[in-house]
């Protein structure tokens, strides 16, 4: 249960909003000002790969949801290829590569519509298990934390990830597998990002 703190009062030095929204995912405020919106959906119907969605809650060191996070992805494709440049649109394929979007201010859910991307080879021609990276910032991370999504029945793969291997406790690797489960049709993996705590997730610097 979230412990209420009366007594101490937010002031300007320990935030990075209220309008981090206004600024980053306009039309979630309620502004349509760009051509283009920012969004969450990553590929058209016709991109190739697996489609899944990504979805979960970042949660505060006392267990409670941040209603007001925001979060970018950059993947590979299906096949393990990065869209280069960065493209805002699809006119390079079905597949965008980057994705941003903000907590749901009710729920506290983050959602993105994907595709599951393939193996990335890495520096010194390592082979990288797919995975997803999510850059997040809200009201108090007045610096982004860049983490990672692993997928859960890719075990083989990520036991023999460069990147994952780097943690030094073995245990703490568990932080970055999003769980696969099938709703509504539709494959989810669910990645609750926690920021302290107990099972706090592994952020990088970057």
């Known amino acids: 249960m979230m412990t209420l703190l009366p007594y101490l009062k937010e002031t300007v030095s320990q935030t990075a909003g209220p309008y981090v929204h206004i600024g980053l995912v306009p039309h979630q405020a309620g502004f349509d000002i760009f051509e283009k919106n920012f969004s969450n959906i990553?590929?058209?119907?016709d991109a190739k790969g697996e489609k899944i969605v990504l979805e979960g809650r970042v949660i505060d060191g006392q267990g409670a949801p941040v209603?007001?996070?925001?979060?970018?992805?950059?993947?590979?494709?299906?096949?393990?290829?990065?869209?280069q440049p960065p493209?805002?649109?699809?006119?390079?394929?079905?597949?965008?590569?980057?994705?941003?979007?903000?907590t749901d201010f009710a729920t506290g859910l983050y959602r993105f519509e994907t595709v599951k991307p393939g193996s990335v080879m890495g520096r010194s021609s390592r082979l990288m298990a797919p995975?997803?990276?999510?850059?997040?910032?809200?009201?108090?991370?007045?610096?982004?934390?860049?983490t990672r999504a692993y997928f859960s029945?890719?075990?083989?793969?990520?036991?023999?990830d460069p990147v994952l291997k780097l943690i030094e406790h073995a245990e703490r690797r568990k932080t970055l597998i999003a769980?696969?489960?099938?709703?509504?049709?539709?494959?989810?993996?669910?990645f609750d990002i926690r920021l302290q705590g107990e099972d706090e997730t592994v952020f990088f610097d970057m």
Do not use: C, K, M
């Not at 029945?153 to 023999?160: K, L």
């Open 67 to 83: 209603y007001d996070a925001l979060l970018e992805i950059w993947q590979a494709d299906a096949e393990g290829n990065y869209v």
């Open 131 to 146: 995975h997803i990276n999510i850059w997040i910032v809200a009201r108090g991370i007045n610096i982004g934390l860049h």
């Open 42 to 45: 990553l590929a058209t119907p």
């Open 179 to 190: 769980a696969r489960e099938e709703r509504d049709a539709q494959v989810v993996y669910r």
């Open 153 to 160: 029945d890719e075990s083989e793969r990520n036991a023999a």
């Open 87 to 102: 493209q805002d649109g699809f006119a390079a394929g079905a597949f965008r590569g980057w994705g941003r979007v903000g």
